[in-house]
């Protein structure tokens, strides 16, 4: 007699997934609002997850709100997993970048008497003498001297390629 063939349980049907209606869909700066937060030198990474650092502003935080906080030579990218008026909000640690290092030897590179300002309305950066030239003293106003651009590095480039600082070059060798 041929053994009976056991069963397999009848598998399930694929599940159906249902498109999200376009009316789900809207910009994150609608709903939450990506904060920065100034921190007094003397505070540690620790502390960012502490609700007491926010009493004074925590009437401000939505969920899901994200604060960018300076702290100990890093910005801290710092969620705010919960928030409801009267609470104490619940916050997590994201992310922690390292910044003082390159920014530091970033404006060291920069020629004496030049600046990189950025322009927070167009996102770019700009370079600008800030010095005459020959007597070395503060000018009234400061004069651009580089077209805008979108990173620090390129107008740092622009500035040190500029006619004004290789004819000033070629002064000094005559």
Known sequence: MPEPVPLKPAEPAPRKVKSAPSSALSPREYHNMDWRLTLPR???LEDL????LYANVSDKFRTLDRLDAIVEG???RV???YAQPGCAP???LESVIEYTAAAAGARAEVPSGHEIVFD???HSYTGVRTH???T???LDKPIPVTQPVSSREDCRRDIVNHASLRANDRNDKV
Do not use: E, F, S, Y
């Open 42 to 44: 003397d505070t540690r």
């Open 120 to 122: 927070p309305a167009t």
């Open 132 to 134: 005459d030239m020959k």
């Open 74 to 76: 890093k910005i801290a």
């Open 49 to 52: 997850t502490n609700p007491l």
């Open 90 to 92: 619940v916050l997590a």
């Open 79 to 81: 969620l705010v997993a």
């Open 136 to 138: 070395g003293k503060p």
